[in-house]
């Protein structure tokens, strides 16, 4: 079983982090161990590599960062859980849809076991509640390593949602676990999405200095 390494780095600017995730990539060989880098970013507007400026609708004072991720403009902020799989996927022995499909199942799995009832769409990738998106996607793969991963709305404000288009996809509403009858800690959320990524990719982790 593949051993990744997991960092917990607590509340983080989101440019420093992309630039470390970035460098991370760039630099690995065959036998760098694979990692996820967990986070809460303070509030900051990314848009994906072909994201369109029209999507940001009234960013105001929160910045907006370029990144080179897929898909379009989402937010990150306080209370939410962003999660960075920096996986080789050759070693893994997933595709990129693979990669995409596992992480979906493991936060629909996750939400079920808080009694919620969630699914992903074929036609926009993310997981959904009743219509509602609670978690976001957005990857890139590099010589075959991934890097970016998923944003998942545990107990945060979930206002600047309203001054963009949430992943270029028109009037969507946006909802989280704390709402739906989920816990409002952030620690007990992590420890169950670290639970259920490892069984979506049959890993096994441990924990990294951050």
């Not at 996927?89 to 990669?99: E, Q």
């Not at 009037?171 to 069984?199: F, H, I, N, W, Y």
Request: aromatic share 6%; glycine share 12%; with cysteine.
């Amino acid at each position: 079983m593949i051993e990744v390494g997991v960092k917990d780095l607590g509340r983080t600017q989101y440019e420093g982090v992309f630039h470390a995730m970035k460098a991370f990539t760039a630099s690995r060989t065959e036998t760098t161990p694979d990692e996820i880098w967990l986070t809460e970013h303070e509030p900051v507007f990314t848009q994906g590599q072909a994201g369109k400026a029209e999507h940001l609708l009234a960013p105001g004072s929160i910045p907006v960062v370029q990144t080179d991720r897929g898909g379009q403009v989402t937010y990150h902020g306080p209370g939410q859980i962003v999660g960075y799989l920096m996986f080789d996927l050759k070693r893994l022995g997933v595709s990129v849809r693979g990669l995409v499909t596992g992480i979906e199942e493991a936060v629909v799995s996750l939400l079920v076991d808080y009694g919620i009832v969630a699914a992903p769409r074929a036609d926009a990738p993310g997981v959904y509640v009743g219509g509602a998106k609670i978690a976001a996607l957005g990857l890139r793969v590099r010589r075959g390593c991934s890097y970016h991963g998923l944003a998942l709305n545990v107990c945060m404000d979930l206002e600047p949602f309203s001054r963009i288009n949430p992943c270029g996809l028109l009037d969507m509403q946006v909802t989280q676990v704390c709402d739906l009858g989920g816990p409002e800690d952030l620690g007990a959320v992590r420890s169950l999405l670290l639970d259920k990524l490892a069984r979506a990719y049959s890993i096994r982790f441990r924990t990294l200095d951050s």
